[in-house]
């Protein structure tokens, strides 16, 4: 078992920036690649980014590209998500998701977090 917890929740203005953090706990979280999803209000649970278990290999949703950062502190059990040039469009519910391999898909990831309310007015 994996127990994830997001912090970092924030009403922020356009352009402005919010950093998430998941801290995990539980099995050996190194030895898992770490996703983040987001959902909007009566939307579906999408992909943002994924980086693998060492931290060295990322990927993201075109949708943040070049705004948006994962990275990890394995020494931390912890992920990471920078978020810059926020946009209305991203305010969502983010999770953060473990899962054995790096993968854009939620139905991949074994165990996930409760969310985190991230709002971006305009």
């Known amino acids: 078992q994996v127990q994830l917890v997001e912090s970092g929740e924030g009403l922020v203005q356009a352009g402005g920036s919010l950093r998430l953090s998941c801290a995990a706990s539980?099995?050996?979280?190194?030895?898992?690649?770490m996703g983040w999803f987001r959902q909007a209000p009566e939307k579906e649970r999408e992909f943002v980014a994924v980086?693998?278990?060492?931290?060295?290999?990322?990927y993201y949703a075109d949708s943040v590209k070049g705004r948006f950062t994962i990275s990890r502190d394995n020494a931390k059990n912890t992920v990471y998500l920078q978020m810059n040039s926020l946009k209305p469009e991203d305010t969502a519910v983010y999770y953060c998701?473990?899962?054995?391999?790096?993968?854009?898909?939620?139905?991949?990831?074994?165990?996930w977090g409760q969310g985190t309310q991230v709002t971006v007015s305009s």
């Open positions: 539980g099995r050996t979280f190194s030895s898992f690649a």
């Open positions: 980086i693998n278990w060492s931290g060295g290999s990322t």
């Open positions: 998701a473990a899962a054995t391999s790096t993968r854009t898909s939620w139905s991949s990831y074994d165990y």
